[in-house]
Structures are given as structure tokens and as C-alpha cells.
């Protein structure tokens, strides 16, 4: 008997030190499907390259656009590229490939990127809505309130905070045990799939992954309400219509790209475990990870004529080089 279960303790701990691959379920056995879903995505991430990369290169040309409002914009166009690249290469490649497999350190640096990029939006669009309250609430002041070093500032610990968050998780996830099955039922390396995988006891890990979603996206949120709060009050005080909407209209485009980015996160990791179906968070992941970073330049650049104007004058220069 004592031999018998020292045999399945080992075959359980080989197996356990077996699983150094994984792989992602397919998406459909129709191919006609995966191949649709392929291409769509495959536009919409083509387009959210273009759009981010064109953003930040006008900005970056142009200096008519060195202002903080602009820095910050840069910024997330850069979040948005490395968002969208840490996950869509390998989603495509298994929509159409029996190569479905990832690596154990594979998966878990997509997992650090990730979440190093979407912590870092959270923070940075917490910046940007305390940049537009700077510029409606103290407008004299905001030169120097908002100076290069203070916007610098920001965009460090925006980074700096998705690094850390980044790092501390995938490293207390990739630190339990996997003993199969290894097939990941998402289309990339989330946290939530990735825990369902793991052997035993996971609610501590549960317990940090909610915590961090907590301190992480709803504290940034919280601050974004507050700042828009205070510019609410401070546009009711303005004395003429034309400047209430001109104060208005330059936070809209912001509100519109909060509301598309938190929406679809806060359902995804703020939503009870028992409420969770692979098959609504695979669709709130492609939102939030190609949807959304396809319409952020198209946001920012149909309401915002300085950013029209400059990428029209970017454009004009590449011509000209060619």
C-alpha cells in the first residue's frame, strides 16, 4: 500500500514538472470562422498600429504639439502599440495555425507585458484627466503646475507602476504549480485562464489578483471621476457659454476613451469568479485589446483639429521625402 502510494506521489510530481508548454484552444473546428475572425482582427490590428504610430510620430514632429495634453497622448499611443503587440501576434498565428503552443516563459512574458502596459494605461489616463483639470480649473498657473519635469514625472510612475504590477504578478502566478490539463481557454496568456490551470489552492492568488484590480484600475478610475468632478464645477462657473464648450469639447474625446477602456476591463476583473464563461471573456478580450486601441486615434483625431492639422502636415513630409 505504502509502495503503491509513493508510486502515484511521484507520477503526480512528474507530472506536475512535465507541463512546460501550453497550449490555446481553438477557436472554432470551422475554418471558415477562424479564418474570418482572423481577418478582421488581423485589419483592425494593422490599423491600430497605423493610427498609434502616426499619433505619436505627429506629436513627436510637430513642436506646435509639445504640450502636456500632447506628452500624455504620445505616451498612450506608445502603451497602445506595445498593448496590442504583446498579444494579437500569437492570437492570429493560432487562429489559423495547428501551432497553437506556448512555451512556459513564453506565456509568462506575455503575461508580464500585458499587464505592464494595461496597469500603465489605468495610471496614464489618470494623468491625463489631472492634466485637463489643471488646464480648466487654473489656467494661469497651468504652465508651470504642468511643467516638463512634473508631466515627465507622471509618465514615469504610470510606467513604473505597470512594471512593478507587471512583474509582482507574473511572478506569483508562474511560481504555482501546473499539472495539467495545459490547455489555456482564452486566446492569450490572461491571468484569470492562467490561474484555472494551476493545481491546488489558488484563492490567495485570486484574493492578490483582485486587490491589485482594485488598487490598480478602480483607484485610477475614482481619480478620474474626481478630476472630472472638479472641472464640472469649475465649467459650471464660467461665465459664457463658448467657454464652458470649448472647455468641454477638449475632455471629450478623453471621457469617450476612459469609458471604452474601463468598461471593458472593470467586467473582465472586477466581476464575480462564478460569473465568468470563456466565451464572454474571449469577446471582452478582443475588445479590449484590438477594439479599443483601433478606435483611441480615430477618437483623438476626428474631434481634435490640432491633431488633424498635424497629422496632415506629417503626412505631407513623407510624401515629399518619397
Known amino acids: 500500500l505504502f509502495q503503491v502510494m509513493n508510486l502515484n506521489c511521484s507520477l503526480w510530481q512528474d507530472n506536475i514538472m512535465s507541463v512546460k508548454h501550453f497550449a490555446f484552444a481553438k477557436f472554432s473546428e470551422i475554418t471558415e470562422e477562424c479564418f474570418l475572425l482572423f481577418t478582421l482582427i488581423l485589419l483592425m490590428f494593422l490599423a491600430s498600429l497605423t493610427g498609434n ?14 504640450t502636456p495634453m500632447y506628452f500624455f497622448l504620445a505616451n498612450l499611443s506608445v502603451l497602445e502599440i506595445g498593448y496590442t503587440c504583446s498579444v494579437i501576434p500569437k492570437m492570429l498565428q493560432s487562429l489559423v495555425s495547428e501551432a497553437r503552443g506556448i512555451s512556459w516563459e513564453g506565456c509568462a512574458t506575455q503575461m508580464f507585458f500585458f499587464t505592464l502596459f494595461a496597469i500603465s494605461e489605468c495610471c496614464l489616463l489618470a494623468a491625463m ?30 510606467w513604473g507602476v505597470g512594471f512593478l504590477v507587471g512583474l509582482g504578478q507574473t511572478n506569483y502566478i508562474f511560481s504555482l504549480n501546473f499539472c495539467g490539463p495545459c490547455e489555456i481557454d482564452h486566446f492569450f496568456c490572461d491571468i484569470p485562464p492562467i490561474l484555472a490551470l494551476a493545481c491546488g489552492d489558488t484563492s490567495h492568488n485570486e484574493a492578490a489578483v483582485f486587490v491589485v484590480a482594485i488598487l490598480c484600475i478602480s483607484s485610477p478610475f475614482l481619480l478620474i471621476i474626481a478630476s472630472y468632478g472638479r472641472i464640472l464645477a469649475a465649467v459650471l462657473f464660467m461665465p459664457s457659454p463658448e467657454g464652458r464648450h470649448k472647455a468641454l469639447s477638449t475632455c471629450s474625446s478623453h471621457l469617450l476613451v476612459v469609458t471604452l477602456f474601463y468598461g471593458s476591463g472593470s467586467v473582465s476583473y472586477l466581476r464575480p469568479k462564478a460569473s465568468h464563461s470563456p466565451g464572454v471573456d474571449k469577446l471582452l478580450a478582443l475588445f479590449y485589446t484590438v477594439v479599443t486601441s483601433m478606435l483611441n486615434p480615430i477618437i483623438y483625431s476626428l474631434r481634435n483639429k490640432e491633431v488633424k492639422a498635424a497629422l496632415r502636415r506629417t503626412l505631407g513630409k513623407k510624401k515629399i521625402l518619397t
Open 53 to 66: 504610430a502616426l499619433i505619436a510620430l505627429a506629436i513627436w514632429t510637430n513642436p506646435v504639439l509639445h
Open 129 to 158: 484627466a489631472f492634466d485637463r483639470y489643471m488646464a480648466i480649473s487654473s489656467p494661469l498657473h497651468y504652465t508651470t503646475r504642468m511643467s516638463r519635469g512634473v508631466c515627465a514625472h507622471l509618465a514615469v510612475v504610470s
